[in-house]
């Protein structure tokens, strides 16, 4: 149902009162800010700019990873990143899998990593992150929260940040 829904299997067609959505190609622009007096480093798909389907893809998932070793101003050492960066990696595409999620943001500041997504069914990015944790597959702690954004008013920051 998924690859119909998100335009998989294009060879079949489509039955009564089901339609297809073209995905928006992902493309990257990066931000840097400061918040609380703390360098802020974004890296926002661009490509989620204009998208009209946003309704479908109404939960925002925010997953917040806990650095262990710093440098100044709370950002990762380059030791840290070696290990944090292909777990985030990693999750990006799992969360995507299916067309289930968009990538939205991947976030450095105060000593942690904020990877963040648009996503269509939440059970299914909630019970791969639960089974993450239960089994102990992560290099760092890391916490996350799902909530309903029917308006997308959250990744709306982002967005204008990078028409900025």
């Known amino acids: 149902m998924l690859g119909k829904l998100f335009g998989r299997k294009k060879k079949e067609g489509l039955k009564e009162n089901e339609f297809r959505i073209v995905l928006p190609e992902e493309s990257y622009t990066l931000i840097e800010y400061n918040q609380e007096k703390l360098p802020c480093i974004a890296m926002v ?9 946003r309704e479908i893809f109404r939960w925002h998932l925010s997953v917040i990873i806990d650095f262990e070793e710093i440098i100044e101003k709370g950002m ?10 292909p777990f985030c990696d990693q999750l990006e595409e799992e969360i995507k899998a299916g067309g289930n999620a968009l990538f939205l ?7 942690t990593r904020r990877l963040v997504w648009m996503v269509n069914d939440p059970e299914i990015p909630h019970q791969h992150l639960q089974h993450i944790i239960e089994h102990s597959r992560h290099p760092r702690p890391f916490d996350y929260r799902m909530e309903e954004d029917i308006d997308w008013e959250q990744p709306e920051w982002y967005l204008r940040a990078i028409k900025a």
């Not at 798909?45 to 389907?53: C, D, R, V, Y």
């Not at 380059?78 to 944090?84: M, N, T, W």
């Open 45 to 53: 798909n661009s490509g989620l700019i204009g998208f009209e389907h």
């Open 76 to 85: 990762p050492s380059e030791a840290e990143r070696k290990i944090v960066d």
């Open 105 to 111: 943001a991947r976030e450095t500041w105060n000593k």
